[in-house]
């Protein structure tokens, strides 16, 4: 059974830093890893997509990578902005379905 | 080009009575899978639908149940509501193809349900 843990459960740093934010996955049989952002309330908003056969994507001030082998990835954001403040949540798409299975997800606080 | 869309955004019951909760998925795509996310926690995936059937089923009770159109649209069943029910109930779509794995999952804003 495929489990995804984020560590760490909340985070709190001053704006401008550059941050890592972490998640595993137990089972490497997985088609994508993804990473999501979600503001208090609402729904879900696709941040990054990396395919198992890929290392890292890359779009504006975030960076994914992905490590199948340890069972890792993490989820870089620089120069941290408040406007950044979310939950961060990850999601492993495991082989032979199509469902999305989440790690608990990281709640990022970026204080001006 | 509308996205996801889903209704209502927000409802309350009380223990025991049932509910449904509506899903239109993103325009070209197939598939409909709703996930129910706790608070605090992240979202837990309940099942998916594909040409009007059940494809997938997560860890839920014969309560939840499901529906989906010819026009793809689907719907959330729970019978004999639980306080443990409440939660934001999250619908996403996708298009099923080989392609598929690698396009993300477009999900709705949520139903909020409260049962008290």
């Known amino acids: 059974k495929q489990e995804v843990t984020q560590i760490p459960a909340a985070l709190s740093v001053p704006e401008g830093e550059n941050l890592v934010l972490n998640c595993s996955f137990t089972?490497?049989?997985?088609?994508?890893l993804q990473w999501f952002r979600q503001d208090p309330g609402k729904g879900l908003t696709s941040l990054l997509l990396?395919?198992?056969?890929?290392r890292e994507q890359t779009s504006g001030r975030l960076n994914a990578s992905l490590d199948k082998s340890s069972g890792r990835s993490t989820l870089y954001i620089a120069a941290s902005q408040p406007g950044d403040s979310a939950t961060y949540l990850c999601a492993a798409l495991i082989q032979g379905a199509q469902k999305l299975v989440f790690g608990q997800g990281t709640r990022l606080t970026i204080n001006p | 080009d509308a996205g996801v869309t889903q209704s209502p955004t927000h409802l309350i019951k009380t223990r025991g009575q049932q509910v449904t909760l509506r899903c239109s998925p993103k325009s070209g795509h197939d598939t409909v899978s709703w996930y129910q996310q706790a608070l605090g926690q992240g979202p837990q995936f309940i099942f998916q639908?594909?040409?009007?059937?059940?494809?997938q089923r997560g860890n839920f009770p014969d309560r939840f149940s499901g529906h989906q159109f010819p026009n793809y649209s689907s719907e959330l069943n729970v019978n004999a509501l639980l306080l443990g029910d409440s939660a934001l109930y999250l619908c996403?779509?996708?298009?099923?193809?080989?392609?598929?794995?690698?396009?993300?999952?477009?999900f709705g804003p949520g139903t909020r349900l409260l049962v008290l």
């Open positions: 996403a779509s996708s298009l099923l193809s080989m392609t598929a794995y690698q396009e993300t999952q477009y």
């Open positions: 089972d490497s049989a997985i088609y994508n």
């Open positions: 639908y594909y040409e009007e059937e059940e494809r």
């Open positions: 990396i395919q198992s056969s890929q």
